[in-house]
């Protein structure tokens, strides 16, 4: 699974959407999604942020590691 797919797993399993997990992120529910379906990149800063929300180690975030 790469970070994309993790990246929207997890949106997904906590019932959010798009924009309040953009808010997180300090993004538009458009900027969001264009890092979720490819248009753009997730910055170092902003995959902090999503690790410390959803309370997982980067090496899960970016497909590393399964647990």
Do not use: P, W
Request: aromatic fraction near 8%.
């Amino acid at each position: 699974m790469n970070y994309r797919e993790r990246m929207r797993a997890l949106r997904e399993d906590k019932d959010l959407t798009q924009a309040q997990v953009a808010k997180v992120i300090h993004k538009s529910q458009q900027g969001y999604n264009h890092i979720e379906i490819g248009r753009a990149e997730l910055k170092i800063e902003d995959l902090i942020l999503l690790c410390d929300f959803y309370n997982v180690s980067a090496d899960y975030f970016i497909g590393r590691k399964e647990k």
